[in-house]
């Protein structure tokens, strides 16, 4: 089963400007990450955001966490082509185990 | 310093058939997962080994079924193949609580 819901399900902008992400889950949670995927292939782990943490920045990217509202976003500033792929955040759960469980994921394309 | 690496990275088998794939996860990582990626959907959890025993399952059919090695290797086995079970299947691995490394997939068609 999934999680996550990630919104939206497809997105297309021009080299330089931002792009967000939106992540919305159903339980409690330990930690939230977001992964990139290219074209079919493996994952590639971007950042990981703790329960007790609000915002967290890796270079070109910033992550928000509200568990009030059970959601997380995720912005890339200055998007390049190199950006184009598919975005998919996933949970933690609480008391759960450490498996993690995805959203479907939002396929952004950067044309230049 | 390799990542990790799945075997083979394509394979096609006939309904009813049984398929064993492998894992070896990044140098130093002590725990290894599964996933299965339909095309168009997330990953979903098959399961999870640490220390050699399964420590936590998805809602996948007995049909799948895993081993863990000493050397933290880890082969996934599905039986009595059905044209649904067609994904990419993923091979994460991680050392203590921090993200996972995932490999490249094996990308198994059934037909």
């Known amino acids: 089963s999934q999680q996550g819901e990630e919104d939206p399900q497809a997105l297309s902008i021009q080299e330089g400007e931002n792009a967000t992400m939106n992540c919305s889950y159903k339980t409690s949670i330990n930690n939230l990450q977001w992964y990139r995927q290219n074209s079919g292939r493996g994952l590639v782990h971007l950042i990981l955001i703790r329960s007790n943490e609000r915002e967290k920045h890796s270079g070109r990217l910033r992550v928000t966490l509200d568990t009030s509202k059970k959601s997380s976003s995720l912005l890339i500033t200055a998007s390049r082509a190199a950006d184009t792929a598919s975005y998919f955040c996933a949970t933690v759960a609480n008391q759960a185990g450490t498996a993690l469980i995805f959203g479907k994921g939002t396929t952004l394309s950067v044309s230049s | 310093d390799a990542g990790v690496t799945q075997s083979p990275t394509h394979l096609i088998k006939t309904r009813g058939q049984q398929v064993t794939l492998r894992c070896s996860p990044k140098?130093?990582?002590?725990?290894v997962s599964w996933y299965q990626q339909a095309l168009g959907q997330g990953p979903q959890f098959i399961f999870q080994y640490y220390e050699e025993e399964e420590r936590q399952r998805g809602n996948f059919p007995d049909r799948f079924s895993g081993h863990q090695f000493p050397n933290y290797s880890s082969e996934l086995n599905v039986n009595a193949l059905l044209l649904g079970d067609s994904a990419l299947y993923l091979c994460a691995s991680r050392f203590d609580l921090g993200g996972y490394t995932f490999g490249s997939g094996t990308r198994l068609t059934v037909v």
């Open positions: 140098s130093g990582h002590d725990t």
